[in-house]
Each structure stands twice: as C-alpha cells, then as structure tokens.
C-alpha cells in the first residue's frame, strides 16, 4: 500500500518542484491558443523529446474575432527549447493517460521564442483520441455501412478466386513503375515546376487569351458565313487528290531523288548556320547601297534601258551587240539626262 502512495505521489511532487523551479529560476512564460484541449488540466506537464521542461499554468477561454479558443499558459524551464515555428500538440501518456502538451521543433529552426510569445491557433492541435476513433466507427457501423462493406469484400474475393498469379504480376509491375517514377523524381519535378510556370505566364496573359477567344468567336462566325465556300473546295481538294496521286506516282523516283538531295544539303546549311545568319541580316544593306557602288553596271543599265518607253528623244538606241555606234553616241547633254534618269530610279 505504501508503495501503491508513492508511486501516486513522487509524480505529483516531481510536478510541483518543476513548477516552482520555473517560477524560480527565472523560466519563461509562452501562450499557446488551441482550438480544443480536450481534458487538458492545469499543472499538466509539457515535454519535449519524451523530456519534461515546464507545466501548464492556467487554461482560458478567450474570443478570437468570431471564434473562441484555448489560451493555455506554459511555464517553461530554461531547458525548453523553444523556437519560432514549434507546434504544441495536446497527447495522452497511454491509451487511458492524462494529457500532456508536446512542443514539436519547426523543420527548420529559428530564434528562440522571448518571454510572452504567442503560438497560434494555426500552429497546434490535439492528438486522435482512442474515444473519438470509437465514435466515428460505431457512426459508420449504425448507418448499415458494415454490410456494403462485406459485400464488396465477398465481391472481391470472387473476383479475385484463381487471379492469384496475375494479381501478383500487377503488384511486380506496379512496383517496377514505382521504382521507375521515384527513379525520374527529379524529371518528374522539374516538369511540374515548368508545368507550374506556364500556369503562372498564362495567368498573367488572362486579358491576351480573352482576347483571342473572342477573336476567335469572330473567325468561327466568319467560316460558318463561308461553309459553302469551304465545301465546294473540299470537293474540289477531292477531285483533285486522285491526279495528284497518280503525278505523285509517276514521279516517286525523282521525287525521292530530290529529298534525298535536300538531305545532303541540309547538315551542310546546318554546319554554316552562323554565316547564314550574318549574311542574311548583312543582305538589306548591301542590296540598298549595291545601286549607289555600282551606278555604270551594264546589267542594271541593260535592265533600267528596257523598262524605258521611248529613248528617241534622248538619241539613244542600242545595237544587237551591245555596242553603241560612234554616230549614235550621245552628247554631254544626254548623258547628264540619261544619268539623272538613271540615278533616280536607283534612289
């Protein structure tokens, strides 16, 4: 019996000594708010790592804007480590315990909490209870759901019946493709980030789509205006398919030729890409300042000569060889004319 009084009274003076060293030594003071404590009492002791470091002070119901809530005051040792982000969770010794606050360490720490601090609602809980576990079955088992469920467990077993060895190649092979997408994770993230910044592009491009949505609406209206149209040329594609075809045929061969020539092209124009490039945006320029280089190059005279209506009036004519006569040479007054012509239809 004496035994049975110690055992029942070591814990309650081990409670006391921690309480009134906290309020000695100089411990701190943190509130935690919880939505439900349960049977939480005062003097419940608070434990971190399965390690006592502090009790609960006093338990309050206070009013947070339209709720109301739990205000539990700890008092804590200088042996709690106590940071921001901790959770305080309300759990049992035993299945039939008393309760008890367990302090949860953030994921990553941070600077301790100062004497005062708040936890919020948001960052503490109770534990599931073996009480409320009954409950919510004895709730399913008076809505007759345990029938439907040994149904479907009949249902099962019958389909299941001489399946063994498929089933078990299922499981191999589902177990394969779990192998094979925690192998690709890394892809598989890396696609959902990419999947993740297209969501956000095209939510900042949401006036951009409404207007090619309406856009659209626009065009179908126009295409169902011309759905005749569009039949006619659809019969027409038809009719023509079957000369194309035999064309097609016909020249399959030389077709294959050429395509077999573009391919052989292709890796070369890809290896001098670079100078292509640079040609290419060199090419404006140079065809704009060509005529100004080379104001006397027969071809463009040649070019600029034909496009002319009538050079009679200048006392031009030009012979089959492409030499001018001494007697048809012009003066210096229709050269000066024929150059001004000339010139300005280069710039």
């Not at 070591?10 to 439900?36: H, Q, T």
């Not at 092979?173 to 925690?182: M, R």
């Not at 019969?235 to 064309?247: C, E």
Request: proline share 4%; net charge negative; aromatic share 2%.
């Amino acid at each position: 019996m004496r035994r049975l009084l110690l055992r029942a009274i070591v814990p309650v003076l081990a409670m006391a000594l921690l309480a009134a060293g906290c309020a000695s030594d100089g411990g701190r003071g943190i509130v935690a708010e919880f939505a439900d404590v349960g049977d939480l009492v005062q003097r419940a002791s608070i434990q971190q790592s399965d390690a006592v470091v502090g009790s609960v002070g006093s338990i309050d119901l206070v009013q947070r804007g339209s709720e109301w809530v739990a205000q539990v005051k700890l008092r804590l040792s200088d042996q709690a480590q106590v940071q921001e982000g901790t959770r305080a969770v309300v759990r049992s010794t035993s299945l039939l315990g008393e309760k008890f606050i367990d302090l949860v360490p953030p994921d990553r720490p941070g600077p301790d909490l100062p004497d005062g601090s708040v936890i919020p609602t948001s960052l503490t809980g109770k534990a599931p209870e073996l009480e409320e576990l009954f409950s919510q079955l004895g709730g399913i088992l008076q809505t007759g759901a345990l029938e439907d469920l040994a149904m479907l467990t009949s249902a099962g077993a019958m389909i299941l019946e001489g399946q063994e060895d498929n089933l078990g190649r299922v499981l191999d092979q589902t177990a394969k493709f779990v192998d094979s997408l925690h192998a690709e994770r890394g892809s598989i993230a890396s696609a959902v980030a990419d999947l993740a910044s297209a969501s956000r592009t095209l939510a900042a491009r949401t006036q951009t789509l409404t207007r090619a949505l309406d856009v659209s609406d626009d065009a179908l209206g126009i295409v169902a205006a011309q759905q005749r149209e569009l039949d006619e040329l659809i019969v027409q594609l038809d009719r023509l398919g079957a000369p194309l075809g035999n064309l097609t045929r016909a020249h399959k061969d030389d077709i294959d030729a050429q395509v077999k020539a573009v391919l052989k092209v292709v890796p070369k124009l890809f290896e001098v890409r670079t100078t292509l490039e640079e040609a290419v945006e060199k090419l404006p320029e140079f065809t704009k300042l060509f005529a100004r280089a080379a104001p006397g190059d027969y071809v463009q005279l040649d070019i600029l000569l034909q496009a002319l209506p009538d050079l009679s009036g200048l006392g031009l004519s030009a012979s089959s060889s492409g030499e001018s006569s001494a007697s048809s040479a012009p003066n210096a007054h229709q050269r000066q004319a024929l150059r001004t012509i000339l010139m300005g239809a280069i710039r």
